[in-house]
């Protein structure tokens, strides 16, 4: 069967939730990494040898931590999660259920591009506010943050287009949205329309979400 231009109207209802639930399981993913991967990734870069919070038992811990949860397939990791989700949500299945093991993929994976970020920053420049007396807390929000902006706003983008990726993945155990949609009735029913739908509509959020990023890098960097 070859696209359904009628049939795909008939399906604009659960091809609207799907993308709604879509959504809302990457703001949550989102919200939930930028909270704890970002100074999760500040700590990582100020705990290394020879800067001024070094701590080398604190950046080899969390280093194990971050690597060990990035090496593990996404698939594999929300089966792992399993009694997690359930103890947090409730439920293994649903929007709710699959943001928990997205937000547990996104904050190792954000954490890393924030510390690779901070690492671009000149180190004369935190040399200087160490000179001048600066809190940690200070060179924290006065340097190194505002210098690393444009390069961390990229990072974002990237977590939210993996955060796509993923959150179609977790249609495959039920997670509910676009990858959900694809399987139950794309792949289980052999519906070439919804198959054909459900891909054009994540490369349109794709492309979206990267000229948004993008612009927005772009509109903050100063230098």
Do not use: C
């Amino acid at each position: 069967m070859g696209f359904d231009f009628q049939h795909m109207i008939e399906l604009l209802p659960d091809i609207t939730l799907a993308f709604n639930q879509t959504l809302y399981m990457i703001g949550i993913a989102l919200s939930v990494s930028l909270i704890i991967g970002l100074p999760l990734g500040i700590i990582l870069f100020t705990t290394d040898r020879g800067l001024f919070l070094e701590n080398r038992f604190v950046k080899t811990t969390l280093g194990f931590i971050v690597n060990m949860v990035r090496s593990v397939p996404f698939i594999i990791l929300l089966v792992a999660l399993i009694p997690l989700t359930k103890l947090i949500v409730g439920s293994t299945i649903g929007p709710a259920a699959a943001s928990v093991s997205l937000s547990v993929a996104a904050i190792p994976f954000f954490a890393r591009i924030v510390e690779t970020s901070l690492r671009e920053i000149d180190k004369g420049v935190i040399e200087a506010a160490v000179a001048v007396g600066a809190t940690p807390w200070m060179i924290i929000k006065d340097v190194l943050l505002p210098e690393a902006k444009s390069s961390i706003i990229q990072g974002i983008t990237l977590t939210i287009i993996s955060l796509v990726a993923y959150s179609a993945m977790a249609g495959v155990v039920g997670g509910g949205g676009i990858g959900d949609l694809a399987i139950r009735f794309g792949y289980y029913r052999y519906d070439n329309t919804i198959m054909i739908v459900t891909v054009v509509i994540l490369i349109v959020l794709v492309q979206l979400i990267q000229l948004l990023g993008d612009w927005t890098s772009k509109a903050i960097d100063k230098r």
